[in-house]
């Protein structure tokens, strides 16, 4: 069942293409994030859901009604902002209660969708301090209850964690997905960072240059990549240069290096310049068990990442890195030590330039 | 952002009303007496009013006294309000209230009560300094205080003064050093909208001048309004565009960092 | 050891913060001395002369009780007070309108740099050039009265004169408005455009968004900034001398002509006049703290 609907959204401002001919469904209850580098407009298109901005060209429709030119203040859509964006001058409960106070609700219902919602963040203790009191993980708590009070039919998020310290964004993003889970609400979700972006969706649309590159989930979107730039962008990636020698048995040679592929060759040229790409996790040694690709390697260099050791190994010419968990117990290899790497044809993906 | 509702251009109706309302409350007095300046010859529009000025040793004079008195009085309040601004924000905050309600004291206390107050305090022994031209400059010095003090104290807001401190500490560096070479040309631009608000100031300040007896600009002009029609007009435009001046000045040089400024008195 | 020893090489080093205390004061010491003597020793002798026979110099009430029951004396207390409200706010509402405009009417960027520009020269331009400027503008024979003669409309004939209460008004005005602008400008940046948005978002209308948001923000700025108008127009004197010659009965005009030490002056009643205007002052600023405590709770 389709709640919010986007046509063939365009936007320009004087004379740049911002977004372009932009298309998605989200179902009721939903959560997408729209993921990309800055400039990919993303916070453009959030910004046209909330009619802070009008497309150029296109439709909105949510629950059936066309609400493409439809003013900010009378759409019903709750937004959180970057930076907060809590009235200074008004308390907790105050800015929780803006929403109800413009919409004339009577005082007994204000009073209590407040406490409901302070509940809901658990900031009951807090109720009357003013925004400057509060840390900044507090006051984008005390924005998401604000925007939830007045029960928007959609929640839209504007890097709403960007500004927080590490270890509160990553509390304060399950925060977010637990209360939107709990009231069911449709929920979009505007992020640079893809670890966010992976663990907080439902399904996520991958932007560049103001088009779409990839809708899906975050599995697929990870471990499929459509285009090179979502490979790209979505974790990491490890990208060569490599000649088609067989497209038939889906044989690629890099620098000389013989790997397989699983990705179909078949339209492919024998002697067809490509390239691969495979992710650091996919390798491993080739001592715990052979996978399709064998291949020797020599070890450049060795990172420490806490649960990941990073290791750049060189295969033929080429350097790839190879992530593997932390083991304290399992001896690393030697700087300059000669090993054999093993990685299965599914993992090297041959990507459309 | 680039809506075009009805609404926004309503918006944008009013704001070109206002300013240009604003432009016009500005430009029309100045016209008015530049016009006027030119109609020293009868009949005929001419630079004569300017030609008689610029010719007229008094002004000259007054003027380059009005000039002087400026320079001292700006070198003076960098010399006072500088190393007491910077001590402050380092190391003595609780010093903080008293001080900043002693420079906006100037603000509360109206000019020319200030100035036969200090008139009369100096004009009996033992303080019978009244004939110095230091009187002059350290009441002009005083009167531009709010201003001075305030330019310099946005100033030190804008940089690190702990941080610019410590690491002049660590290379070795005195008090001296660290405050004239390290925080003041930090704070250069700060000094300058300072100064030349100040320089303002005296400029245009009429009751000390004339009741310590000193020659300076303004006392002379309202004199000369008494005695002449087109001349003083010539002067208000000269005045003004020296005012203007000084203050592209500070907008040349102030370029780029966000400094306040305020404005200057009465 | 010296003031010169500390400033000069006083060793920066880490020491417990209390011992550096003792010595940094010293460094205060130019600035008190000087403004002791140049402005708090002489403002002081303010209340003493006040309280002081002029001739005999024995303690006496007899100017603030003159002070109290002359019409003349409490009526131009009255007519700077009415010219300072009128110009404070008259200028705080044009002058608020305008920067408004400057920096969030959608206007083109370089008219918030020029209107910078022309508020700093014209809050600087007052006195006597302002008053003459007004005369060649206003005056029976001012420019603009000629082209309004021309018009068909004589100003003069519908009970304006430059030289009176509300001519006196229009000129204040000239150095008010742009300082308003000047000190009002770094609030209305601080409005975020956010809370605009957020405003919006949870359905409230701009007239909303003024009423709850903007408005309450801005009011601490914007009592203060009255406040100062209210003061700069109050303490004004070479303006108003130089358009009237006098014929204004404004408080400072008063004090000026009873402080000259003509022969119908009294040094001791111009003291008492000037010590009753710092009293006002101190009512409108301390009015003022108290209006900020009640509307700036939520500022650091």
Redesign the interface.
Known sequence: MTHLALSKISKDFGGTTVVQDFNLDVKKGEFVSFLGPSGCGKTTTLRMIAGFEMPTAGQIVMDDVDITNQPPNQRNVGMIFQAYALFPNMTVTQNIGFGLQIRRESRAVIKQRTDEMLALINLEKHADKYPYQLSGGQQQRVSLARALAVRPQVLLLDEPLSALDAKIRVSLRSEIRAIQKTLGITAIFVTHDQEEALSISDRIVVMNAGEMEQVGTPFEVYNFPQTRFVANFVGSLNTANAEVTDPAKGLLSVGGVQFITASDLAARKKGEAVRVSIRPERFSFLSEHKKDNALDCVIENITFLGSVVRIQIKIGDSNFNMDTFNNPFLELPKLGSKEKVTCSKEAVLVLDE | MNQTSDKKRGGKFWAWFWMILGILYFFLPLVATFLFSLRAKLGVLSFTAYQHVFNDSNFIYNFSYSVLWGVLTIIVGVLIFVPTAYLIRLKLPKFRLPVEFITMLPFVIPAIVYVFSLVRTFSQPPLLIVNSPALLVAGYVILSMPYMYSAIDTGLRAIDVQTLTEAGQSLGAGWGTILFKIILPNIRTAILSGAFLSFAIVIGELILAQYLVKPAFAPYMTYLIQQKAYEPAAMAIISFALTWAAMGIIQFIGRGSEQGQIAGGH | MTVQN????????ARPASR??SW??L??T??FI??F???????S??GV?SFQDSRTHAFTFKYIVQLLHDPYLLGSYWISIKISVITALGGGL?GF??A???IR???PKF?R?S????????????????A???I???SPS???TKVLIALGFNPYHHGFTLYTFWGLSIVY???Q???MV??IT?AIDGL?R??V??????????F?YWR??AF??LLPAILGAVV?LF??S??????A??LTGGQINLV?IV??SQ?RGDILSD?GL??AL?LG??VI??FA?IARALLQQRTE????
Do not use: D, H
């Open positions: 500390v400033v000069e090489q006083g060793a920066p080093q550096k205390l940094a004061w460094g205060l130019p600035f000087f403004t003597l140049f402005l708090l020793y002489p403002a002798t303010l002369r044009f309108l305008l408004y405009s400057a009417g959608g206007l008219m740099s209107l910078m520009t022309f508020c700093g020269v014209a809050s600087n331009f007052a006195g006597v050039p302002l003459f400027a007004f060649a503008l206003l001012g420019e603009l005005m000239y150095f408005f742009p300082l000047l000190i770094p975020r956010e809370w948005e957020a405003a919006e978002n949870l359905g409230a209308s701009s909303q709850y948001v309450p923000i100062l003061g700069n109050f303490g004004a004197f070479a303006t001398q130089a400072t004090v000026g402080l040094p111009g003291y000037a205007m710092v002052m101190a600023i709770r939520w500022l650091r």
